[in-house]
């Protein structure tokens, strides 16, 4: 049972599964020489921790011994997926956005290891409950990449009575820049002409969040 992680999580359970054997599964198959526990084993014991390894990139995941391409693809589908379950726990609780606490609460998990700045339009309905979001940017944040079309474009296609811009800043600093500001209010008055309300402006930067509502930006 002990080299067989999927009739033991069948069995008891994959609560019951060790880090390794969990990443076992992902891998299914082992190497000449290794088996596919003993890779495992060697890739958690080379980043201590599950968290630390869904940072690396697919390039670096592949400096592990017995991890190519496709098991690396694997990996990074599947710490994509975790970030995603933990963040749209909170989103399909169909709960009303009251707050910047809110969103803080539903988008940190999915933004806050990012290593680009990704700009996001979170529409939301007549009762501010979230339609859907969708990722219009991926770079640096400037009145260049991030334009009022492609922003709106996604408010009309899903009916949005409200929208709430949202970017991450992978330094770490919340505070919103010159350009972030520029920006917002350039959105903001493109939405007052097409009457769909700009809600806010959220900035993530880890764990950390900035409203530019709150901080009397717009």
Known sequence: MEDRPREKLLLKGPQ????????????????????????????????????VAAMQSAKTLTQSVGIGEDKAATLLAAFELSKRVESQKKWFSTKKISSPEDIAEIFIPLLRDEVKEKFIVI???????????????????????????EVFKVAIENNSANIILLHNHPSGNSEPSKEDVEVTKKLVNAGKIMDINVYDHIIIAGNSFKSLVVEKII
């Not at 390794?20 to 080379?46: D, H, M, P, Y």
């Open 16 to 51: 019951n599964l060790t880090d390794a054997e969990l990443i076992a599964i992902l891998l299914r198959t082992g190497t000449k020489g290794k088996s596919v526990l003993e890779i495992a084993q060697n890739f958690i014991n080379r980043y201590n921790n599950l968290a």
């Open 123 to 149: 529409c939301l309905n007549s009762a501010n409950k979230i339609i859907k979001y969708e990722t219009v940017s991926i770079g640096n944040l400037n009145s260049s990449i991030v334009h009022p079309r």
